[in-house]
């Protein structure tokens, strides 16, 4: 089966971003390979090695995000144009989430009910990544 998982980019702080969605999804933190511990870090350039290039969360059900820092030389414009939506099956674990992402973060829209879920909500955590909340999602 074909799963899409969002890749998350950040500017040098990836594992700081990665550690806290651990905490903050109820999430398992399985890589975070920095250019250090890379089977590559030889032929990187020092300013490359404390970067992340890739770590992997898995999350209660079996969703992953993946996430990396990009490189030192390139240009960072942040997360621009999509948002991470997560689905919880209750309103209590929706607005936990909720709570804990928005730590630090912006709300952009309050918890509060929807056609689509008994409630929903979104906001930019403090890494700039923007999240879209559902709790007990309804048919329409």
Same mark, same amino acid.
């Given at each position: 089966?074909?799963?899409?998982?969002?890749?998350?980019?950040?500017?040098?702080?990836?594992?700081?971003?990665?550690?806290?969605?651990?905490?903050?999804?109820?999430?398992?933190?399985?890589?975070?390979?920095?250019?250090?511990?890379?089977?590559?870090?030889?032929? $990187?350039? *020092?300013? !490359?090695?404390? /970067?992340?290039?890739?770590?992997?969360?898995?999350?209660? @059900?079996?969703?992953?995000?993946?996430?990396?820092?990009?490189?030192?030389?390139?240009?960072?414009?942040?997360?621009?144009?999509?948002?991470?939506?997560?689905?919880?099956?209750?309103?209590?674990?929706?607005?936990?989430?909720?709570?804990?992402?928005?730590?630090?973060?912006?709300?952009?829209?309050? $918890?509060? *009910?929807? !056609?689509?879920? /008994?409630?929903?909500?979104?906001?930019?955590?403090?890494? @700039?990544?923007?999240?879209?909340?559902?709790?007990?999602?309804?048919?329409?």
């Amino acid at each position: 089966m074909t799963q899409a998982i969002a890749y998350l980019g950040f500017n040098g702080n990836c594992a700081d971003a990665m550690r806290f969605y651990e905490r903050a999804l109820n999430g398992k933190l399985e890589v975070l390979m920095s250019g250090a511990d890379s089977p590559m870090a030889e032929q $990187m350039p *020092p300013q !490359f090695l404390h /970067r992340i290039l890739h770590a992997r969360l898995v999350l209660p @059900g079996g969703g992953m995000l993946y996430a990396g820092d990009c490189p030192a030389d390139q240009p960072f414009d942040g997360i621009k144009g999509v948002s991470i939506a997560v689905d919880y099956p209750t309103v209590d674990e929706a607005e936990a989430v909720f709570a804990a992402l928005a730590d630090g973060g912006q709300v952009t829209m309050p $918890m509060q *009910p929807a !056609f689509w879920a /008994r409630r929903w909500g979104m906001l930019i955590d403090r890494f @700039g990544t923007p999240w879209i909340v559902n709790g007990e999602l309804l048919p329409f």
